[in-house]
């Protein structure tokens, strides 16, 4: 579960990066 929630967070951060 904390993998998951890690790469999710990941994600999002991405996104709003490139959002950016």
Same mark, same amino acid.
């Given at each position: !579960?904390? &993998?998951?929630?890690? &790469?999710? &967070? *990941?994600?999002?951060?991405?996104? !709003? +990066?490139? *959002? +950016?």
């Amino acid at each position: !579960m904390q &993998l998951c929630t890690g &790469l999710y &967070l *990941t994600r999002l951060g991405w996104e !709003m +990066d490139v *959002t +950016d």
